[in-house]
């Protein structure tokens, strides 16, 4: 009888031992020498990914694998470095915990960008629309292509041929001197404001061309009113997807960027504030970079609202914000400063200068996908009316 029962019974503890190791494993538990004898101690998972694919992995200096693979690591830190030949490394230490998930993951950007015209007449006062992806501007010199006046590029629009025909014109010069107008678009993007030798304002549909564009010189208190209105009704929409306790912070904060996904915002503070933990226990598996939670007035930081992680950017912004803008996939931001345009993780980590050639003042902008960043340049040629280029970033 206890000969019968020794056999099934050895074969259910030989299956239940199984399931556990094969349970333990797959949290990432290993058998290890390192200290001369047997340890199965717990191990945490690199995922390490690439745009493009392909790419080598270094750990600690060590090629260890290619990107597009998950390893187990011990717990601790580990410098990882993504290389691939013809674009700029991508470097970071992350700390590997025991049943984790830690993310590499690289865009990495190439070292020789192509460079292509998207107009050739010459352009001035180019200006983004807030979905970022229309990009207005005008054109004040005659040419056998294009007429002056006011022009808008949708970024999202795909050209059989080339970009240079991918451009709308919306207004001419035959009411009023468009073609020399400053340019502003209205909250929701429907609209453009044009304002002529800062005297007479015109408010042109972005949709189509304007036959005769509507003059707002003498009601600009009411267009302006609706305008900060639409402002201030996207703003509240924004701040309601906060948690109670954040919104009360925010008082203090001048959030004047949020990511394309409304996941984070780029903001100053009004005071030096310590920040507290929002979520609390912290969440596993988060951005490992050092964050920075003692907010300095006037200091640019980006807060993460999924992670509750908040890192400082720079020390100060000058008056024209436009030095930051964020980077399509809200996982990046475009600086622009010192006659260079770099692209940079959103914890400040992975600077890299994308172009360092001529460009004018901080005329840079993303390509809605983001395959390209789009300069207003004459390269070096002060003799020619600038137009708009491509960076390739792919």
């Known amino acids: 009888m206890r000969k019968q029962l020794f056999v099934p019974l050895f074969i259910l503890s030989v299956l239940i031992f199984t399931t556990i190791i094969v349970v333990l494993y797959g949290k990432g538990y290993r058998l290890n020498f390192e200290k001369g004898k047997p340890d199965f101690s717990g191990t945490g998972l690199l995922v390490a990914t690439s745009i493009p694919d392909g790419a080598q992995v270094f750990i600690n200096d060590h090629l260890t694998t290619a990107t597009d693979n998950t390893i187990n690591l011990a717990p601790k830190s580990y410098k990882i470095r993504i290389v691939k030949e013809g674009y700029f490394p991508w470097e970071k230490t992350l700390v590997i915990k025991s049943e984790v998930v830690a993310k590499a993951d690289a865009l990495l950007f190439p070292s020789a960008p192509k460079l292509e015209s998207i107009t050739n007449t010459g352009i ?18 005659q040419s056998a292509t294009k007429k002056r006046g006011v022009y ?21 010069d035959s009411i009023a001197l468009l073609s020399r107008s400053k340019l502003a678009w209205s909250p929701d993007g429907s609209e453009i404001i044009a304002t002529v030798s800062g005297q007479s304002t ?63 915002f780029l903001y100053t503070s009004n005071k030096d504030i310590e920040l507290p933990t929002i979520i609390n226990p912290r969440l596993i598996g988060a951005n490992s970079t050092p964050e920075d939670r003692s907010i300095k007035e ?4 980006v807060y993460d609202i999924k992670e509750d992680r908040n890192y400082k950017i720079i020390d100060s912004l000058p008056e024209n914000n436009r030095i930051l803008t964020w980077f399509p996939d809200s996982k990046h931001l475009i600086y622009v400063h010192d006659q260079k345009v770099n692209i940079m993780e959103y914890d400040s980590l992975n600077q890299t ?20 960043i789009v300069i207003l340049t004459n390269l070096g040629n002060k003799n020619i009316t600038p137009n708009l280029y491509t960076i390739g970033l792919k």
């Open 353 to 372: 200068t994308i172009f360092a050639g001529p460009f004018l003042d901080t005329y840079v902008f993303p390509w809605p996908d983001g395959s390209k």
């Open 298 to 301: 006037g200091s640019v930081y």
């Open 152 to 172: 808008v590029l949708d970024m999202t629009a795909r050209p059989i041929l080339t970009l240079q025909g991918a451009s709308t014109q919306i207004a001419d």
């Open 202 to 264: 015109y408010l042109l549909d972005a949709k189509g061309f304007n036959k005769n564009p509507k003059d707002v010189t003498e009601t600009m208190t009411t267009v302006n009113a609706t305008f900060a209105k639409q402002q201030e009704e996207k703003l509240n929409a924004q701040k309601d997807t906060l948690s109670s306790r954040l919104k009360l912070l925010v008082n203090d904060f001048n959030i004047f960027s949020w990511s394309v996904d409304e996941t984070k």
């Open 124 to 141: 001035e006062n180019p200006v983004m629309d807030p979905s970022q992806t229309k990009l207005a501007f005008t054109v004040a010199t």
